[in-house]
């Protein structure tokens, strides 16, 4: 008695129960009770309510299911073309990583407005995060790693340190406007978010950068989630 017309109603355990009080009503009403034609009514309506309630219920159910696998396959699709973007930027990011490398490390005098060291009054904090949620701990992860970097800041550079922070994610910059820190001014920006094109990037960096030549702010950090595999971020 585990299906009933090809679904299944009750598990083991239900039944005993359903059998315990059946025989229980048979000790204390007797059987013949339960010959009474309006008994027997009641309880063939009483069950066929319920059959048609689980029936319903499951159809719901496979219903849900057939919508969150059609959600997994777009999903999966997606992380495919965004893993051969990654990969395909990733020899151009270690070359430029490479030659400011390089250049930084030898004899001669390199000077630039943007390798400035200065007594640090004000500093900024970019932190990248998603749009879109359905992605587990991925920015609860980078939330933690941001009030870990603020905490390090204020050990290292005083408590009344005056933070900017530039979250780039709705989903992050719902998470940082969370936060309730006087100390700190979020910084929204229309347009930057996760999915920005060239232009808008170019002109986010931009910004960043007339603020920490113009002396508005004297250091900038970013904050961003490493990819290494599907099942591994750092």
């Given amino acids: 008695f585990s299906t009933i017309l090809g679904y299944t109603v009750l598990s083991d355990y239900a039944i005993r129960i359903f059998l315990f009080r059946l025989l229980l009503h048979i000790s204390r009403f007797g ?4 010959l009474n034609p309006l008994f027997l009514s009641c309880f063939s309506k009483t069950i066929m309510a319920t059959l048609r309630e689980l029936k ?3 159809g719901s159910v496979a219903s849900t ?19 051969a973007a990654l990969r395909k930027l990733q020899p151009f990011k270690d070359k430029i990583k490479s030659i400011m490398g390089h250049i930084l490390s030898t004899d001669q005098n390199f000077d630039s407005p943007l390798i400035v060291a200065r007594e640090v009054n004000r500093a900024a904090i970019v932190v990248f995060g998603s749009d879109d949620g359905l992605c587990g701990a991925y920015n609860s992860n980078i939330l ?9 800041l204020r050990q290292e550079l005083g408590e009344d340190l005056a933070i900017d922070v530039y979250p780039v994610g709705k989903k992050m910059l719902k998470a940082v406007d969370r936060l309730h820190d006087p100390r700190l001014n979020i910084i929204s920006t229309d347009g930057v978010d996760s999915k920005m094109k060239g232009d808008q990037v170019n002109a986010f960096t931009d910004s960043l950068r007339h603020t920490f030549t113009s002396g508005e702010t004297d250091r900038i950090d970013v904050i961003y989630m490493k990819y290494k595999s ?3 971020q750092t």
């Avoid at 059987?31 to 339960?34: L, Q, T, V």
């Avoid at 057939?66 to 699709?77: E, Q, V």
């Avoid at 933690?144 to 390090?152: C, F, N, R, V």
């Fill in 230 to 232: 599907m099942s591994r």
């Fill in 56 to 58: 319903t219920r499951i």
């Fill in 31 to 34: 059987f013949h009770f339960f």
């Fill in 144 to 152: 933690k790693g941001l009030l870990a970097h603020i905490e390090s």
């Fill in 65 to 83: 299911e057939k919508i969150t696998g059609a959600m997994k396959m777009i999903s999966s699709a997606k992380v495919h073309q965004n893993e």
